[in-house]
């Protein structure tokens, strides 16, 4: 059974920027979209940029400009490069991945990493 593992989180002062990154272990997969989540305490679970095996991204209206989404496939690896983090970026950030194309609704994922935190400081 393929699982994500999600790396590049921490503590950021607002303004600064962070990478993350997500790459599978186990067996690989190709033709996916991947996707970006995050939760803070207290909230659900939402959407932030999701992208193809062939390089369409979507983001969500609150990121975009300051997170941009990337992927090598020979790594089947994913990036999420953060810049001008705020405070109210702060969350665990999830990967997920799906066959084909990107959704932006946590429920059509079927696989999950297990998370790594982003804290933006003011």
């Known amino acids: 059974q393929v699982r994500l593992v999600e790396s590049g989180g921490g503590l950021v002062q607002a303004g600064g920027s962070l990478r993350l990154s997500c790459a599978p272990s186990?067996?690989?997969?190709?033709?996916?979209?991947m996707a970006w989540f995050r939760q803070a305490p207290g909230k659900e679970r939402e959407f932030v940029a999701g992208?193809?095996?062939?390089?369409?991204?979507d983001y969500a209206d609150s990121v975009k400009g300051r997170f941009t989404i990337s992927r090598d496939n020979a790594k089947n690896t994913v990036y999420l490069q953060m810049n001008n983090l705020k405070p109210e970026d702060t969350a665990s950030y999830y990967c997920?991945?799906?066959?084909?194309?990107?959704?932006?609704?946590?429920?059509?994922?079927?696989?999950w990493g297990q998370g790594t935190q982003v804290t933006v400081s003011s």
């Open positions: 992208i193809t095996w062939s390089g369409s991204t």
């Open positions: 186990g067996r690989t997969f190709s033709n996916n979209a």
């Open positions: 997920a991945a799906r066959p084909i194309s990107i959704a932006t609704r946590r429920y059509d994922y079927n696989t």
